[in-house]
């Protein structure tokens, strides 16, 4: 559980600046209080120092002298603290990317939230339900690892010649890309199944049947994806011979790369 504070300096990780004038003075702090209103959930950005924060209108705000910080890191404390009322939720964004870096709320409210939890995890009921969530998520896991490996092994449509490559092929690629927390197209609900099937497949073939993780590759804009572009289309035709049961060379990149 993480520590409790009523100053954001220690949970603020070091962030580059776009230039000097990043954290050049805003409009005067405003002195924040609670209001029973929709201004007592904000969500805002790390000020200029430990007490500050900018909302999203741009105003700089003065922590309240009665809250205190909670950092990032607890869902059970956050999620309460924050189903308790006024909280200011602080995130940042760093590229393309936003990041929690806590929230503020008042400290009796943090504080009473604390205890709270930690009763709850001292009840032998809550390591038994962590337990079943534990399995359930295993179970759920396997499932659509199978699910994963049928998937590609329709989209690989090899003829009965080549069944046991295609299994070896699929079961591959379903072990490498389906990871819980491997941030690899497999796990993305955005697209359909057949779709994401196809993409690890052509992923899995880069990095292993081509030279591609050993490349020197321009700097240049587009350069990596012309690339990639180019391997992906080569993985294709090597795919279509095994299909259409086309000659192969006896060096195949793919029979190499499955023979371990």
Known sequence: MPRASSDLT???PSVRRAGPTARAAGPKAIPAKPAASDQDVRTVRPGPDPRHVVDA???MLAIPASWGFLPPGDPMWTRRVKARGPHWLVQEKVGRKVFSRGLWAPASTIEAVRLEVEATRSQASYHAGLQRAAAKRDAEQSAYVEEFRRAVLEFLRFPSKHRELAERLALAVAEHATPVGSGTVARTQRIP?????????IAWMR?????????VIPRVRGARRDVRRQLAERSRVLLDQYRRELPVSPDCPLQRALAG
Request: glycine content about 4%; hydrophobic content about 30%; overall charge neutral.
């Open 193 to 201: 199944l057949e779709r994401r099937c196809e993409a690890a497949v």
């Open 57 to 59: 209108n741009g105003a």
């Open 10 to 12: 220690n949970s603020r």
């Open 207 to 215: 990095h292993q049947t081509t030279a591609y993780d050993h490349l």
